[in-house]
């Protein structure tokens, strides 16, 4: 048997403004694994993430983190989580280091050498240097480094990253995939949502693709991309999509999907010899899927 989970939600529903968001969804994450939250906007990411850290009390389904259930004992539950979201949350009025001191006076029990902990996180963190400036001095990077510090100061077993990468540059893109890694080494269970594709594939052992507020697929990207888009894409010039194709492909329930000036298309290994086949003199190429295919495919199926 493996390790026990440290986040299981089930069955979780969520009506906002008298319409259903998220209907039915299933969320789990075991100890030393980032679990990847994609969908497209409106499909129930956040909503979902806000229901499993107790922001939002779901309309049915159940949270258990670190084995305790969030509705019945919320204060054993939170203790064991924590949370950056998407937006700048820092206190202005206080320092880097006196950010951290604040958080950490919030628990109950007090968190044991507070004062340590925090000299080892500003160490990891690499915020040491800027410990007595005020966050308005930072960049969006080292913002972001103090908000995933603040996040695990108490040592949570689920972390819940709401796209934390979100207007940073790549170089400190990368410098918070590495902290997120330190994370998954430290055995922390790491749930993240992301619009960047290469970052969900980069840092996720495992993905759930949300739409329309139910799980549309759920494993390692490999298997997500075979299940949602296909074995392969075939990519030509948009000019040599002619009437005929597009009729030919929609017979074999394909439908391209137009970026720039490329069809871009989803086949299967029989497909694709069979486009070849009947195509002989057609010019294309052929690559593996992304998970931006995955997204265009999820644009097709919500079309009319």
């Known amino acids: 048997m493996g390790a026990p989970l440290l986040l299981e939600a089930r069955g979780l529903k969520k009506a906002l403004g008298g319409k259903t968001v998220v209907d039915g969804v299933d969320l789990t994450c075991a100890p030393g694994e980032v679990l990847g939250l994609l969908g497209p906007n409106g499909a129930g990411k956040t909503t979902s993430l806000r229901m499993c850290y107790g922001f939002l009390r779901p309309d049915a389904g159940t949270v258990r983190i ?16 924590g949370v950056c979201t998407q937006d700048d949350t820092c206190d202005p009025d206080f320092t880097v280091r006196g950010n951290l001191e604040q958080t950490g006076r919030y628990y109950r029990p007090r968190l044991p050498d507070l004062d340590r902990r925090i000299d080892d996180l500003l160490a990891q963190f690499e915020l040491a240097p800027f410990a007595d ?6 960049s969006g990077g080292y913002k972001r480094r103090l908000m995933i510090a603040r996040a695990v100061l108490h040592r949570p077993e689920v972390v819940f990253l709401d796209e ?29 949502t992301t619009h960047y594709m290469d970052e969900a594939e980069r840092l996720s052992d495992r993905l759930v693709v949300l739409q329309g507020g139910r799980v549309r697929a759920n494993g390692v990207a490999r298997a997500v991309l075979g299940d949602v888009v296909g074995e392969h894409i075939v990519v030509l010039e948009a000019a040599h999509g002619t009437p005929a194709l597009a009729e030919w492909l929609a017979a074999r329930g394909a439908a391209p999907a137009t970026v720039l000036a490329e069809w871009h298309i989803a086949l299967d290994a029989a497909g694709l010899a069979a486009f070849v086949a009947t195509y002989p003199d057609l ?14 495919a999820l644009a097709e199926e919500r079309r009319p």
Request: no cysteine.
């Open 66 to 81: 670190g084995g305790h259930d969030l509705a019945r004992e919320p204060d054993a539950a939170r203790r064991r989580l």
């Open 283 to 296: 010019r294309f190429e052929v690559r593996a899927p992304t998970l931006d295919d995955l997204f265009l």
């Open 164 to 192: 934390p990468t979100t207007g940073l540059d790549p170089q400190a893109r990368v410098a918070v995939w590495e902290l997120v890694a330190g994370l998954r080494a430290q055995g922390m269970a790491v749930v993240l």
């Open 133 to 138: 400036q005020l966050p308005e001095t930072l």
